[in-house]
């Protein structure tokens, strides 16, 4: 398949590039950098004599001197060399770093820390819509997801299975991020139920029998390896009580999809509606994450159950938006968004669906889903879709 080019825009400074594997960056970095300086810690012999010595990176770069960027890819495999990069970089011989990783725990406990400050931090998510184009499919991106890697692949659903399996043997297992592997894809499974849920880990950790001490663990696992992450409750100037559980969400939704159990007891109906949840969730972060505005992603929860499913809030704008795994809406689908809107009536609200029409229920917008997924780019704002 021909690369596709992704609305991910670079930073001109030294820049960590973060990303669950399989999501494109490595790719994302030849397209757009093939005559860099390239270290690839994936191949075993590059590896190897890396981490034995760190140094060496200083003496490559001094053996090619006119080359001004310098990329080293999955860098949490040998955070040694980050201490080598950042007394280059205070050396200021100009040239230019850019970090991928795919595990951030170690770089956490890299004693550079993550260069104090001295290079930027980015995340590169999966495919958008809008890079997609008339090759997006919204069935097809409910099970199958959107992760480069699986969506090049000629039988996705394998695809996903043997991806699953990667970051159970190579990253946690081989890591040794948890001791029982097997508890662990207990966890999974279970796991997958919250997804576009509100977090429990109290019954979480009932129903894989284990300690909720050793769940906590296993979430945190999940989030260093991006491939979940956790949504707050929006409590600015709150006029109710709110629930104070945040949501959980797995990081695509054709991961989603492969990791929740199917069977006669299972309805379609709800897990399509937390794929699409999930769908939406992850174009909406990839939308933040790319544009050069700052805004907070959030959902809003009242102890008396109403809830809206994102609200976006940053300098100039302030949305609500709910997400209906319906072909119709109705006056009381909106009912959540005009709450909200009493509390915030500087917001505004958006309803996306399953249909195709274009409509407004009193001050609610509604948008079929698919049209607003494929419209959603960059520093555009929400409302001009």
Not at 157 to 171: G, K, N, V
Request: glycine fraction near 6%; include cysteine; charge should be neutral.
């Amino acid at each position: 398949m021909d690369f596709i080019q992704r609305l991910f825009d670079e930073p001109d400074q030294n820049y960590f590039l973060f990303g669950p594997r399989g999501i494109g960056k490595s790719s994302l970095m030849k397209a757009r950098h093939a005559s860099a300086l390239s270290i690839d810690l994936l191949k075993p012999e590059v590896f190897r004599s890396y981490l034995a010595r760190p140094e060496r990176l200083n003496e490559t770069i001094l053996g090619n001197p006119t080359q001004k960027l310098v990329i080293i890819d999955e860098i949490q495999k040998a955070p040694n060399l980050l201490s080598v990069v950042h007394s280059l970089i205070e050396e200021k011989k100009g040239i230019k770093f850019i970090l991928t990783g795919s595990n951030a725990r170690k770089l956490k406990h890299a004693s550079a820390n993550l260069l104090g400050g001295r290079a930027l931090k980015r995340t590169l998510h999966p495919y958008m819509a809008a890079e997609l184009e008339g090759r997006f499919s919204l069935e097809r991106a409910l099970t199958d997801g959107l992760i480069p890697l699986i969506f090049a692949a000629n039988n996705p659903q394998d695809a996903l299975q043997a991806y699953i399996s990667l970051y159970l043997h190579e990253e946690i297992h081989a890591e040794g991020l948890t001791r029982n592997l097997e508890s662990f894809s207990r966890f999974l499974e279970v796991v997958s139920f919250s997804h576009a849920s509100l977090l429990n880990v109290t019954n979480i950790a009932r129903e894989c029998a284990v300690k909720r001490k050793t769940v906590e663990n296993y979430i945190g696992v999940l989030e260093d390896l991006l491939l979940a992450y956790h949504l707050p409750v929006f409590s600015k100037r709150a006029q109710r009580e709110l629930s104070m559980h945040p949501k959980f969400y797995l990081f695509d939704a054709g991961v989603f999809h492969s990791l929740r159990p199917k069977g006669p007891l299972d309805r379609v109906e709800e897990i399509n509606g937390a794929a699409l949840e999930g769908l939406v969730a992850q174009h909406l972060r990839a939308w933040n994450d790319y544009s050069g505005q700052e805004h907070t992603l959030s959902f809003w929860r009242t102890r008396a159950g109403v809830e809206v499913d994102f609200i976006i809030y940053g300098a100039e704008s302030f949305w609500a938006i709910e997400v209906k795994n319906s072909q119709h809406v109705y006056p009381h689908d909106v009912r959540s968004l005009e709450i909200f809107l009493q509390d915030y009536p500087t917001a505004k609200a958006l309803l996306l669906y399953r249909g195709k029409e274009k409509i407004k229920i009193k001050n609610v917008l509604c948008l079929p889903c698919e049209e607003f997924l494929l419209h959603l780019r960059p520093n555009k704002d929400l409302w001009s879709i």
